[in-house]
């Protein structure tokens, strides 16, 4: 029992929580800056949108173990419970629909306590069921997306624009141009991460015939989109410094040497000075540097309304 209870902790791979958390948490700090404070009902929406988001990051994570274990795409890889079976994959299969129904029971006690309007309600329902979807079908069924280089797409929709546009609007009923620019910046940042993961198993993925966005631009030109999106994540934050004159969004700076860095080593991949699996520790930078961003925007976002 302990063995299967810590192969599954193993396949909901936790070193991710981050990414399903950085969304809730800008769009919590901007609905807090709107409203001016938060009633119990406000945090208890809160918690539930965080649970939620991360449910949903589980759920992706699971049915991604089962799926790319049963096509052998990661035969290679000792981290992963199907593709090892430290987990039958029935078993997998049978925990991957109870967590789903279980995810979507707290997704409609998240609505209920958000939403007085019917129609908020089923078009947010129809969203998370759009959602539990597409957690499940990115390596899953017959024609997984996630093996048609359209997995970043669903990266930036449902980790930027859904977790930021949705946590806001849960809060407050209404959206901003400034909480889509700040949606914008995560989702950049959270497929930045995605294409990290598929530009380290470039090698691997194009041997199992995983068709990614980083097997069909090639390294040259995966490298050069990266570093598109995630300059462009950080000079869209200049953009909502500006427009906001928001100066505390300025502690950023500190993110500098290690975005240098890091981009350092993309350029070392672009050019084929290292092998693809040299970029592994890179995905855990990412991950940090794009949790770090949500937080220190959260942070200065709550100090610039408190001092104004």
């Known amino acids: 029992m302990v063995n299967f209870l810590q192969a599954f902790w193993q396949a909901t791979r936790p070193r991710t929580y981050p990414l399903a958390v950085a969304g809730i948490i800008v769009a919590n700090a901007l609905a807090y800056s709107r409203i001016g404070s938060f009633e119990t009902k406000n945090w208890q929406i809160f918690l539930l949108s965080l649970w939620v988001a991360l ?10 173990d089962y799926g790319d274990g049963i096509r052998g795409t990661d035969a290679h890889r000792l981290d992963r419970q199907t593709a090892q079976g430290t987990i039958n994959p029935k078993t997998l299969k049978k925990l991957i629909i109870s967590w789903g129904l279980f995810i979507f029971g707290c997704g409609i006690g998240l609505l209920w306590l958000s939403f007085n309007s019917l129609t908020d309600f089923f078009t947010f329902l129809a969203l998370g069921i759009i959602a539990i979807i597409a957690a499940v079908t990115y390596t899953m069924g017959k024609n ?33 141009a400034m909480d889509i620019i700040a949606a914008v910046v995560i989702g950049l940042l959270c497929t930045c991460v995605l294409m990290i993961n598929n530009m380290r198993d470039f090698d691997t993925d194009t041997g199992a015939g995983k068709n990614t966005l980083a097997t069909t631009l090639g390294k040259e030109g995966m490298s050069h989109l990266y570093r598109f999106m995630l300059l462009g994540a950080y000079f869209l934050l200049i953009t909502f410094v500006t427009l906001r004159q928001n100066f ?44 770090a961003t949500s937080i220190l925007m959260s942070v200065s976002i709550l100090i610039f309304n408190y001092k104004n």
Request: charged share 10%.
């Open 144 to 176: 997984p997306y996630g093996y048609n280089a359209k997995g970043e797409i669903a990266v930036f929709l449902f980790f930027g624009l859904v977790n930021v546009l949705g946590g806001v609007y849960l809060q407050t009923q209404f959206i901003r």
């Open 248 to 291: 505390y969004l300025l502690s950023l700076l500190v993110l500098v040497s290690p975005i240098a860095k890091h981009l350092k080593m993309v350029r070392h991949y672009s050019d084929e000075n290292i092998p693809s699996n040299a970029l592994a520790p890179e995905l855990a930078k990412i991950v940090l540097i794009t949790l």
């Open 55 to 64: 449910g949903l990051q589980i759920l992706s994570n699971l049915a991604n």
